[in-house]
């Protein structure tokens, strides 16, 4: 059975700073892209940003230049360095991976169970 688990989320003031990881396990051919959305209350989820298997990456305007999206394919996990945090930053954060599962000729798209980011003093 394929999962994804993250960890990372918290409480921080503005201004600080939060890495998120998510690590995928189960058995699996691939991962193609890999990525992290989020979700603010009373909003829908949006993409925040995105990984390609070559490294190559896609962020939403509002994070450019202060996050950082990365991947560690040796150990299937996908991290989000968050730096100069801002309150509308605040949300559940949820990442996300494109996998072929063993079984599948196909991939299919998993999800973590979700992390709260809170930024407030």
């Known amino acids: 059975q394929v999962q994804l688990v993250e960890s990372g989320g918290g409480l921080v003031q503005p201004g600080g700073s939060l890495r998120l990881s998510c690590a995928a396990s189960?058995?699996?051919?691939?991962?193609?892209?890999m990525g992290w959305y989020s979700q603010a209350p009373g909003k829908e989820r949006e993409l925040v940003a995105v990984?390609?298997?070559?490294?190559?990456?896609n962020y939403v305007d509002s994070v450019k230049g202060r996050f950082t999206i990365s991947r560690d394919n040796t150990k299937n996990t996908v991290y989000l360095q968050m730096n100069s945090l801002k309150p509308e930053d605040t949300a559940v954060y949820y990442c996300?991976?494109?996998?072929?599962?063993?079984?599948?000729?196909?991939?299919?798209?998993?999800w973590g169970q979700g992390t709260q980011v809170t930024v407030s003093s």
């Open positions: 996300y991976a494109d996998i072929r599962p063993y079984y599948s000729p196909t991939y299919i798209n998993y």
């Open positions: 990984i390609r298997p070559g490294g190559n990456t």
């Open positions: 189960g058995r699996m051919v691939s991962i193609n892209s």
